[in-house]
């Protein structure tokens, strides 16, 4: 059966088009700077947003349409595992992502859940295995449970630590069977509401013994080209959540020598959250050598929440998709639309109409970066700013030829201090041409 009869393989139908399900930016085979869109971009499909979110929210309930709903759980999940494929295809998408709360019901205990989900799993495989879709990444939900309440490998309470390695454990083996590049960890419980109650440090050296744990059992199972994800977030659900920026997450990686095997996972609307843009978190996490994987979406700057909207916003994507070339690319992660439609968009046709609006910007993103990368301009700009360290002190002080000492005889010796405006303004007007 088929969820979604009416609409064919979406293609490209290029900048004139007014369809709505046809990409007018997103041309898969096109190649951009020796690479083809679909090689740069992997984009990925986000399992809990467009399969399992109902729409609804805290003042009214479900409004999304969605065919795959029934009165039985595992038929239910059975159902969505077809419709994500279809939708999948359709779309042209390769990749995915999942929570494996997304993809099978918890039933009555852990054994049922675990149960669930190697029932499901299996489907998923058969799927993969028949369409060529590949898993970008999974993840084990140690959020949404109510035993979750204190915290996850951070909770006061040993049995939950352990329940939520059990679920890591097996999250770590869907993996391997999905033949899956990227495990993703997001605290959501992890981080606190008091100090008055909470031992912070003990907390934290907690959710590092079990990412240890979890590095040691993907090597115990020959998994060990499995790259770990920390996917920083500054709050909500918690007011203070321990990973809360990407710098934040790169000292706590750094303090407990985490660092070999995990990157990060860095999403646009986190990064609001955090008073940053995409970009700030993509350099901090380039400086690091720690780019690791992308969900694309983007928050709205009048609400202060984690709104995750479908990215549109094409001076943000292109700053991002700079950031994407300077790194080399972004593989083995790839751009996750973790993206939900609005309330109002509740029909099924939405969900494809949604992610071509994304696709379509990120496209479009990716040449604007690719003018500004072939055209040197942010060198450029960075040369000139930076030029005093080409030669003479700036040099010595480069190549640490010099100490407080021969600095202060230096600058003692200074007549004046040369500054140069930046014209940020002209440059800013520029980058608008290159962009829009
Ligand atoms: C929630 C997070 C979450 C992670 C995966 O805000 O974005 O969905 O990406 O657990
Ligand atoms: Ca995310
Ligand atoms: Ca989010």
């Known amino acids: 059966m088929s969820y979604f009869p009416t609409i064919d393989k979406i293609q490209f139908e290029g900048p004139k088009s007014s369809n709505p399900l046809a990409f007018r930016h997103y041309n898969p085979e096109e190649v951009v700077l020796g690479k083809t869109m679909k090689e740069h971009m992997r984009f990925s499909v986000a399992y809990w947003h467009t399969f399992t979110q109902d729409g609804s929210d805290p003042f009214g309930k479900a409004v999304n349409q969605r065919d795959w709903l029934t009165d039985d759980e595992m038929e239910t999940a059975k159902n969505r595992v077809e419709a994500a494929f279809e939708f999948f295809e359709k779309l042209g998408v390769d990749y995915f992502c999942f929570h494996d709360m997304d993809v099978a019901p918890y039933g009555d205990s852990l054994e049922t859940f675990f149960k669930n989900l190697d029932e499901i799993v299996e489907l998923i495989k058969e799927k993969m295995d028949q369409t060529g879709i590949k898993l970008l ?11 979750y309440v204190h915290g996850a490998a951070s909770s006061s309470n040993a049995d939950v630590f352990a329940v939520s390695a059990a679920q ?27 100090l008055i109650n909470t031992d912070m440090k003990l907390e934290e050296e907690n959710i590092a013994r079990l990412y240890h744990m979890a590095i040691d059992y993907s090597n115990e199972i020959g998994h060990e080209e499995l790259t770990f994800l920390l996917e920083p977030k500054p709050k909500e659900p918690m007011k203070h959540q321990y990973d809360f920026d990407a710098a934040t997450s790169m000292a706590f990686l750094q303090k407990y020598d985490l660092t070999d095997r995990f990157k990060l996972n860095l999403e646009a609307n986190h990064a609001t959250l955090a008073g940053h843009t995409f970009e700030h978190e993509m350099n901090v996490a380039r400086n690091y050598d720690a780019l690791g994987s992308l969900d694309a979406n983007q928050g709205d700057t009048l609400l202060g929440w984690d709104t995750d909207e479908f990215p549109t916003d094409l001076y943000s994507v292109t700053l991002a998709m700079y950031e994407v070339l300077e790194n080399g690319g972004i593989e083995p992660g790839g751009i996750n639309f973790d993206a939900k439609v609005r309330r109002t968009s509740f029909e099924m046709d939405d969900l494809f109409i949604a992610h071509i609006a994304g696709m379509d910007t990120f496209a479009r993103g990716l040449k604007a970066a690719a003018r500004l ?4 301009f942010f060198d450029q700009l960075k040369d000139e700013r930076y030029a005093s360290y080409k030669n003479g002190i700036g040099a010595d002080i480069l190549s640490e030829k010099v100490d407080l000492k021969s600095l202060t005889d230096y600058a003692l ?24």
Not at 373 to 376: C, F, P, R, T
């Open 373 to 376: 990368k072939e055209d040197g």
């Open 168 to 194: 890591v454990k097996k999250g770590i083996d869907i993996s391997q069977k999905l033949n899956g590049k990227n495990f993703v960890f997001w605290g959501g419980r992890e981080g606190y509401e008091n």
């Open 137 to 147: 990444w999974n993840t084990a939900d140690r959020h949404s449970n109510p035993i």
């Open 413 to 436: 010796g200074l007549e004046k201090i040369d500054n140069k405006s930046s014209h940020i303004e002209f440059i800013k007007a520029q980058l608008n041409d290159y962009i829009y």
